[in-house]
T-cell receptor, first 112, second 116 residues
């Protein structure tokens, strides 16, 4: 089966750096994505890692270690608008097509 | 470009009633997904279409849920009959081609279903 683990909630102050971890157990692993979802809103794509290493996109970076089945999302220079839920999602090869599994999400609270 | 459209945005029904949701993906996107997101949880994939064919419906409760994408564009998801545990947000997403190495999913605003 597939499983993803991420912390349920993280709190940080404006301007700080926060790291949200994600560990996964999956067969046919292909890549790890991160999505942001504000309350009442739709998930929006942040990043995707298929290879080991760090991907940087502005204030957000994402890391993957395939050997450790582990990844993280790093948010720098936190802003109040970053308060949202963050989901890691595994892309796995299943049969003739790719499958997607989301974690339960990490609620990030940014305080002034 | 226009995003993924969904309707209705909200729906309240009683258990054992039927309900249908509609999704219009981004133009040119071959892959369409329906997810169920229960409050406090991550989205769970219900069904994935490639053009008008189903490629994954392993997590779709087929005794009550059905979905179609007849012309490879719009899609409808139906629940018949609804149960209390079906209360959730139903998200539609689309992507250019779900079999590409890098393929971003774009989500619609969702339909919030409440079953009383």
């Amino acid at each position: 089966g597939q499983s993803l683990e991420q912390p349920s909630e993280v709190t940080a102050v404006e301007g700080a750096i926060v790291q949200i971890n994600c560990t996964y157990q999956t067969s046919g692993f292909y890549g790890l994505s991160w999505y942001q979802q504000h309350d009442g809103g739709a998930p929006t794509f942040l990043s995707y890692n298929a290879l080991d290493g760090l991907e940087e996109t502005g204030r957000f970076s994402s890391f993957l270690s395939r050997s450790d089945s582990y990844g993280y999302l790093l948010l720098q220079e936190l802003q109040m608008k970053d308060s949202a839920s963050y989901f890691c999602a595994v892309r796995a090869v299943g049969g003739n097509f790719n499958k997607f599994y989301f974690g339960s999400g990490t609620k990030l609270n940014v305080k002034p | 470009e226009a995003g993924v459209a969904q309707s209705p945005r909200y729906k309240i029904i009683e258990k054992r009633q039927s309900v249908a949701f509609w999704c219009n993906p981004i133009s040119g996107h071959a892959t369409l997904y329906w997810y169920q997101q229960i409050l406090g949880q991550g989205p769970k994939l219900l069904i994935q279409f490639q053009n008008n064919g189903v490629v994954d419906d392993s997590q779709l409760p087929k005794d009550r849920f059905s979905a179609e994408r007849l012309k490879g564009v719009d899609s409808t998801l139906k629940i018949q009959p609804a149960k209390l545990e079906d209360s959730a947000v139903y998200l539609c997403a689309s992507s250019l081609d779900g079999d590409r190495v890098v393929d971003t999913q774009y989500f619609g605003p969702g339909t919030r279903l409440t079953v009383l």
